[in-house]
């Protein structure tokens, strides 16, 4: 799958967050309401700018594609 931006840590620092989160020893189980409404538009966030950047991608290649096909 193609990314706008490669952060090869972003995805292990995210899973050690959640499991030191989750663990028993360390980090808080449970937010409020609040926490976790803010959380959520966070990740409303990221996920819309991911969304946008795999439109970039779609357009990109189909106009690659187009200008193959033509030629």
């Given at each position: 799958?193609?990314?706008?931006?490669?952060?090869?840590c972003?995805?292990?620092?995210q899973?050690?967050r959640?499991f030191?989160?989750?663990a028993?020893?360390?980090?808080r189980?449970?937010?409020?309401?609040?926490?976790?409404i803010?959380q959520l538009?966070k990740l409303?966030?990221?996920?819309?700018?991911e969304?946008?950047?795999?439109?970039?991608?779609?357009?990109?290649?189909?106009e690659?594609?187009a200008k193959?096909?033509?030629a």
């Amino acid at each position: 799958m193609y990314r706008t931006n490669f952060d090869p840590c972003c995805g292990a620092w995210q899973f050690f967050r959640a499991f030191m989160d989750s663990a028993p020893w360390g980090g808080r189980r449970y937010y409020t309401r609040k926490e976790h409404i803010e959380q959520l538009e966070k990740l409303k966030g990221r996920l819309e700018k991911e969304i946008a950047g795999i439109e970039e991608l779609i357009r990109d290649l189909k106009e690659k594609d187009a200008k193959h096909s033509s030629a």
